[in-house]
């Protein structure tokens, strides 16, 4: 089941997209997927837990997908739009962002707004990181979990968005 939190944050992100691509031509416009969203929501979940002292953002687990870490509930939830346009669900019950959480969703929007959703995948699949050290390709259900704690530990001195 999907956390609030993770809802909050979803739509934050889709909000700011959708937000950047308004009156743009559409070759200037960001191309919002389920991958993108993954990647956006990984990333800030290590911004969080970089300024948290590793106090994750979501109680929601990542798992080790072929394409880098994903919350499946995330991709549940939105894998509808695959046409480069997403848009909110429905916040009904759903907790408030922190000023915590969307410093961290903020930094990472303004680090990722121009580049490329295979770049960020790319960022994920960092050697040796986490999704890396738990990515089981025979594991065709993708049930490995990428445990907060090595999150934390991998990125506390490091820029996710580096190679």
């Known amino acids: 089941m999907i956390t609030a939190m993770c809802i909050a944050a979803a739509n934050y992100l889709i909000n700011k997209t959708n937000d950047y691509n308004t009156g743009k031509k559409y070759s200037e416009r960001i191309s919002m997927t389920c991958k993108r969203l993954q ?3 990984y990333f800030s979940e290590i ?3 970089k300024t948290n002292k590793g106090t ?3 109680s929601d687990d990542f798992r080790a997908w072929p394409s880098g870490p994903v919350i ?3 991709y549940d ?3 509808q739009y695959q046409d480069g346009e997403m848009y909110p669900v429905d916040e009904t019950g759903h ?3 922190t000023a915590d959480m969307e410093k961290a969703l903020e930094t990472i929007f303004s680090q990722t707004v121009l580049i490329d959703t295979l770049d960020l995948v790319d960022y994920s699949h960092i050697p040796n990181g986490p999704w890396a050290k738990h990515f089981d390709a ?3 259900q993708h049930i490995q979990i990428i445990p907060k704690e090595e ?3 991998f990125y506390q001195n490091r820029t996710p968005l580096s190679k």
Do not use: A
């Open 39 to 41: 990647k956006l929501l």
């Open 47 to 49: 911004e969080y837990m």
């Open 56 to 58: 994750p953002m979501f």
């Open 72 to 74: 499946p509930s995330v």
């Open 77 to 79: 939830v939105f894998v």
């Open 95 to 97: 907790s408030p962002i």
């Open 138 to 140: 025979s594991d065709e």
């Open 151 to 153: 999150i934390y530990m």
